[in-house]
């Protein structure tokens, strides 16, 4: 196994190389450092932000039905923003290294004259360094503990289970060091079709030279072929990007360009690829109880797509304000992690969160000694188990349950997920949602139940506003006319007047006499 306190949600760390360091008192500026007009930044890799015109909450109020309309309407959007610097940038012999449409942005390394006059042009909102990215060295032990699902017991998955509720129908994103698909716990649940994306082109198919997107993507979909059950969902499918090349390093572009993938994997916008949920079990560890909303408009993109994003809320525990980025992100729903005795890590980060103030996690699940998948070496050890620690395997058992949960209910929003999941959980400390476990442990029996009565309320429709819908299902008697407010199971029939108010079938009263 890889020691737990090294495989954690501090996967990510971001280079420094534009601050002093992470206790800078300038860290504010720091860490959402921008180009004004006055004053460009240095030279070196840059993002440059453009103006958005694609009105994401419209788009989002479209459903997953519109998520064809909304890509190309980011594209169209990114590429008329985007031509006036990208012609004069080639001017000058410089190539933009990644077309980011979904966030309408273009990572480039332009000199510092140029990026002075770039920074001055109307359509330019700001420019942002790209910054490094690194992965931590972790050690490799063997895995000599005895198999145990205690964690999906915990959350009920095995119930649900049996009711047929396995997660069919649905894709979980892998964003992370990618995954080992040689696993057989994990090889027959890959969607193979426009399933893996290497941006830095070294894999042609699905590869992890670190183990943690391993690990993360064992609890999600996980079989059963060492007689034990691994991941919350074993019935859907899972697709992965990596965000680190072989050395274990990145950008900031190309996290970017990770989620970006996510949205349209095939490059084909009329074709309906997306992810429905997205699980990040990483982040800007040196940034404790800062609000970095680098992602968040990718993440916010993502959601408007109804792809749920799930975050490790982060391991800067177990003092209050130790909330980390993107976990605090307006746009993501973090999950911080408990013991098998449903005790919140010492280390899980707590609220209230950086970004909103609001409560943080949004929900806990087991994060402690749980047994999932890791790297086979090509095949080479098929049955290679580790036990997991810390918000990075809390994160995957969230993301399986929202898998389990729109594999019952397709149609589900993100939003409903999410409101599913929240009422439902089991209060783990005093009464109402607090600033160390959230709203609790999720309960995804209980979750799937709620989740089915706001699928049918959504779907309810009471035209007259009389309170009785005209769809079954919706919690009241069946209205058989939803176009005047007079006619609905509750009202007083008037006898032979050839209209039948109270939906009953006949002209007549068959209870209490109307009044005169």
Known sequence: MRA??????ALIVASLSACESPTDPGLAACESPEVSHRRPRPTGPVIIHFAREVDLPARAAIGRRG?????????????RAQDRVVALMRQHGIEPTARLWMINAVAATVPDALLDNIAKLPEVVRIEPDLAISVPVTIMTPDTTAPDAWNLSAIRAPELWATGQRGAGTVVAMVDTGVDVAHPDLASAWRSTAGWHDPYGEHATPYDGNGHGTQVA????????SGVPIGVAPGAQWIST???????????SGLHGALQWILDPDGDAMTDDAADIVVVSWGYSYLINNCYLELEGAIATLRAAQVAIVVAAGNAGPFASSSISPANNPSAFAAGAVDELLTVLSTSSRGPDACTQSIFPELVAPGANVRTTDLTFRGQVPA????G????FAAPHIAGAMALLRGAHPSATVTQLEDALT????????AGADNDTGYGLPDVVAAEARLAQLVAAESCTDADRDGYMRELGCNTALDCNDHNADIHPGACDVPFDVMDQDCDGADRVTGTCCPS
């Open 4 to 9: 737990g306190s090294a495989c954690s949600a």
């Open 389 to 392: 620690n810390g918000t990075s």
């Open 423 to 430: 009422t439902t959980a089991v209060d783990l400390s005093a």
């Open 384 to 387: 290679s188990y580790t036990i």
């Open 218 to 225: 064992g609890l999600v979909v996980g079989g059963a072929t």
């Open 67 to 79: 998520r064809s309309a909304l890509t190309t309407a980011l594209r169209g959007d990114a590429l």
């Open 242 to 252: 990596r965000i680190l090349d072989d050395s274990g390093r990145g950008t900031v």
